[in-house]
T-cell receptor, first 116, second 114 residues
Framework: AQSVAQPEDQVNVAEGNPLTVKCTYS??????LFWYVQYPNRGLQFLLKYITGDNLVKGSYGFEAEFNKSQTSFHLKKPSALVSDSALYFCAPNELPGGNNRKLIWGLGTSLAVNP | EAQVTQNPRYLITVTGKKLTVTCSQN?????MSWYRQDPGLGLRQIYY???????DKGDVPEGYKVSRKEKRNFPLILESPSPNQTSLYFCASSTGQGRNQPQHFGDGTRLSIL
């Protein structure tokens, strides 16, 4: 079965420090890879995606993600964390073969807490 | 402003009383989808629609209906709600130009079925 794993339920970092939120996936083929963020009482917001090309992808709010095909990983990073980055983060590869569905594979997310 | 709008945001109701959660997007997106989010289970797809009058089941369609009569609207219908449908529901949309397009989500509807 296709799946995604975010091995850490929670990540705690101090403001100004770099942060990493880990993601590995198990999807046959070459899926597109997405990161979304969910703030309290809000819907999910798109952060960035990997389609092809450069393994380092830059996205919104200063986030970037590193794709590693051999390790089937797509870790989210930010050089300097802000308190306002505190939220729930989801890595989501798209299911393959997808047919007409744009279905994404969702894990349980990683809760990021940035401490002042 | 490009957005997906869900209504209501919160609803407490009783078993068996039909309800509809509306979803509307202003981005002319072809693809729309409904998810439910439950603790420990993550997001699960209920139904999706590729375009007007084209809908299909997701992973957990039982107890739900949808319709897509207009491109912008994709309502979720619970004909006879039950307590196990208490959940946080999200509507999402994306352009139909390919699976590499991100999905845009509404702010969610929290349903409590008593």
């Amino acid at each position: 079965a296709q799946s995604v794993a975010q091995p850490e339920d929670q990540v705690n970092v101090a403001e100004g420090n770099p942060l990493t939120v880990k993601c590995t996936y198990s999807v046959s083929g070459n899926p597109y890879l997405f990161w979304y963020v969910q703030y309290p009482n809000r819907g999910l917001q798109f952060l960035l995606k990997y389609i092809t090309g450069d393994n380092l992808v830059k996205g919104s709010y200063g986030f970037e993600a590193e794709f590693n095909k051999s390790q089937t990983s797509f870790h989210l990073k930010k050089p300097s964390a802000l308190v306002s980055d505190s939220a729930l983060y989801f890595c989501a590869p798209n299911e393959l073969p997808g047919g007409n569905n744009r279905k994404l594979i969702w894990g349980l997310g990683t809760s990021l807490a940035v401490n002042p | 402003e490009a957005q997906v709008t869900q209504n209501p945001r919160y609803l407490i109701t009783v078993t068996g009383k039909k309800l509809t959660v509306t979803c509307s997007q202003n981005m002319n997106h072809e693809y729309m989808s409904w998810y439910r989010q439950d603790p420990g289970l993550g997001l699960r797809q209920i139904y999706y629609s590729m375009n007007v009058e084209v809908t299909d089941k997701g992973d957990v369609p039982e107890g739900y209906k949808v319709s897509r009569k207009e491109k912008r609207n994709f309502p979720l219908i619970l004909e006879s709600p039950s307590p196990n449908q208490t959940s946080l529901y999200f509507c999402a949309s994306s352009t139909g130009q390919g699976r590499n397009q991100p999905q845009h989500f509404g702010d969610g509807t929290r349903l409590s079925i008593l």
